[in-house]
C-alpha cells in the first residue's frame, strides 16, 4: 500500500520530474489536521521551469492532487511566490522530499536574506505606524 506522503511524491514527480523540494504547510499531517482541513503543498522548481511553470493553481497537477486526495488543495510555485509567504513556509512548513540539497539550501539562505533585507527596508514604515497608530492614511 502507498502512504499519503510517497502518493503525493510520485504525482508531483509525475508532473514535475525535475522538482527540487516538497513542502507541506499548514495543518494537515499534524495533530491539528481536522476532516475540513485542505492540503497546502510548496513546490521547488528549478528556476527557469518555475518561471514556465506559472501558477500551479488550476493546473492539472493541481486537480489531480485534488482528486487523490479527496480535498482542497493550495498548490504554490514556491520560487514564484511572494517573499513574506516563502518564508513561512520554509520555517514553519515541513521539508519532507529534496533531490538537491545544495540548491534548496542556496534557495533557503536567499529567502531568509530577501526577507531580511525587507524587514529592514520597512521598519520605519512600521515604527511610524506604531507611533501614530495610523497604518493607512488616505
Known amino acids: 500500500m502507498v502512504s499519503n ?4 511524491i510520485q504525482l508531483i514527480l509525475g508532473a514535475w520530474p525535475e522538482t527540487q523540494a516538497i513542502y507541506l504547510f499548514g495543518s494537515w499531517g499534524t495533530e491539528y489536521e481536522r476532516p475540513e482541513s485542505d492540503l497546502d503543498i510548496a513546490i521547488l522548481l528549478p528556476p527557469k521551469q518555475a518561471k514556465g511553470a506559472g501558477s500551479l493553481l488550476f493546473s492539472e497537477l493541481h486537480q489531480a492532487l485534488q482528486v487523490a486526495f479527496n480535498r482542497d488543495v493550495d498548490l504554490i510555485n514556491l520560487r514564484l511566490a511572494p517573499t ?12 519532507f522530499f529534496q533531490t538537491d540539497g545544495t540548491a534548496v539550501d542556496e534557495f533557503e539562505i536567499r529567502v531568509l536574506s530577501r526577507y531580511q533585507k525587507l ?7 512600521l515604527n511610524e505606524g506604531l507611533r501614530s497608530g495610523k497604518f493607512y492614511d488616505p
Open 5 to 8: 506522503t510517497e502518493q503525493l
Open 84 to 95: 513574506v509567504l516563502q518564508k513561512e513556509i520554509i520555517m514553519s512548513g515541513r521539508r
Open 119 to 125: 524587514n529592514e527596508e520597512r521598519a520605519a514604515i
